[in-house]
């Protein structure tokens, strides 16, 4: 690509998971669920939610055709939360990949201007996107050619060096026919790939070092017997930064200072975990702090090599974590 290079994405299984039968859990029997979505013929009014038009109006029109249907009806938009399954995973190791790298990311996607502030305020991954493009806002939606000149104007971009990534193949071929490179997704993997192929990524780089999580010691023994570790550092989830907070040896006292200045050392423990066997991407990026790693999906709590006490008070990281660590020359 001799433009200047971006990468526009699609939203819902893209980045963020998406399934609409998550909103009848309690509302229908689970056996009764696609009945209810094919009769309606959800993809029809949800796409017209999509662009633009208010849900009560979708709704009173559903309800003088199903009123039998009414709570389920209503229970879209009410339970629309239980709808997002979570971060599509690895697409975040992907989008931090792109922007170290210097391309810009911004993202078109279809989807209601009442739903998507669930989202935004779920997701902090989504604060990564120099601008989002919602199709609601507009009253414009894909894959009308109309919304994607709009979104190249609004993040000026250059057709000839962007980068277009969807799930859905109409949607792919309607920016190719715009000029955009256009890329189906079937999953992070084969999309990085895809953009090594046309250059605007190397290999991934994996660190050989030991990556460090430091929490405190009942939080993680919660983890243990949740099976699940949710969060992201002190404060804050996975889903709401977007990455796990990590750090390697020399840089683990300094983590303690910041965020952990209130507890003893015997309150705290620090995780190890080996980048190279990893089942989630680890991506070394500075965003303002100077370079940790970060972990692109939960921390698996099965894939923890070692749990070490934080112990000492000499300042001394390498030593207070003990062996293995070395700290970095």
């Keep these: 690509m001799t433009a200047a290079p971006s990468v526009l994405f699609d939203l819902g299984g893209v980045v963020v ?8 859990a309690g509302v229908l029997p689970p056996a009764e669920v696609a009945d209810f979505l094919t009769r309606t013929d959800f993809g029809t009014w949800n796409r017209a939610a999509d662009a633009g038009r208010p849900f009560a109006d979708v709704e009173a029109e559903l ?18 939360d239980r709808t997002l399954t979570g971060l599509v995973p690895g697409t975040g190791a992907v989008l931090a990949e792109l922007q170290q790298a210097g391309v810009t990311c911004a993202a078109l996607t279809n989807w209601s ?19 989002v493009l919602v199709s609601g806002e507009e009253r414009l939606a894909k894959p009308d050619p109309a919304i994607f000149r709009l979104a190249l104007e609004r993040f000026a971009l ?35 790939a895809d953009l090594e192929q046309l250059g605007l990524l190397g290999p991934r780089a994996v660190p050989d ?15 243990l017997a949740d099976g699940a570790y949710p969060w992201s550092g002190r404060t804050g989830t996975y889903e709401s ?6 750090g390697f040896a020399d840089q683990v006292a300094g983590t303690r200072a910041r965020k952990y200045a209130d507890l003893p050392d015997d309150a705290l423990v620090v995780l190890e975990l080996d980048a190279r066997t990893l089942s989630v991407p680890v991506v070394v990026e500075d965003l ?33 974590v003990g062996p293995p660590f070395t700290t970095r020359a």
């Design 17 to 24: 998971g998406w399934e609409p039968a998550g909103a009848y």
């Design 63 to 80: 309800l003088t055709r199903f009123p039998e249907d009414a709570a389920a009806v209503r229970a879209y938009r009410q339970n629309f």
């Design 113 to 131: 201007a009442e739903t998507f502030p669930v989202a935004r305020q779920r997701f902090g991954l989504l604060r990564r996107f120099t601008g």
């Design 158 to 192: 250059d057709p000839a060096g962007c980068v277009f990534v969807d799930d859905s193949p109409a949607n792919v071929e309607a920016a190719t026919a715009l000029g955009l490179t256009g890329l189906h997704f079937t999953g992070a993997e084969r999309f990085r």
């Design 209 to 223: 070092e030991p990556v460090l999580h430091l929490t405190e010691d009942r939080v993680w023994r919660r983890a």
């Design 241 to 246: 930064e977007g990455f796990v907070h990590a």
């Design 288 to 320: 303002g702090a100077g370079p940790f790693p970060h972990l692109y999906g939960p921390l698996p709590v099965d894939e923890v090599v070692a749990v070490h006490p934080y112990g000492g008070a000499d300042g001394n990281t390498s030593r207070r």
